[in-house]
């Protein structure tokens, strides 16, 4: 996310110059922040689970049918995604909020 803001300081530059708020760039890019880390903890899931149901076919092939718990993987799962996603976002999306337009504009 830093490097996006940093690719897109023009475009910030011009939000900012037309009327765009603070408030309205942060949420920009938060919001893009928890999509991405949704989509990639989606992802993520559907590996893990792949991943655990052929284990899960090896071992009750050698030691007999056990439990999985499959939403307490997913919840974690995403949840986890999403945590991080917030929580590397939003120092990018507060420098983004903070640059000045015209400075924005000049780079």
């Not at 090896?58 to 439990?67: E, I, T, Y």
């Amino acid at each position: 996310m830093l490097v996006s803001v940093t690719e897109r300081t023009r475009e910030i530059g011009i939000r900012k110059a037309i009327g765009g708020s603070r408030a309205d760039i942060v949420t920009q890019f938060l919001f893009e922040a928890v999509i991405l880390s949704i989509l990639g903890g989606g992802v993520g899931t559907v590996l893990g689970i792949s991943f655990t149901l052929v284990a899960y076919g090896v071992v009750s092939g050698l030691l007999g049918p056990s439990p999985i718990p499959f939403v307490q993987i997913i919840l974690i799962a995403t949840g986890f995604s999403t945590l991080v996603g917030v929580t590397f976002g939003t120092y990018p999306a507060m420098r983004a909020g903070k640059l000045d337009p015209i400075e924005a504009l000049r780079s």
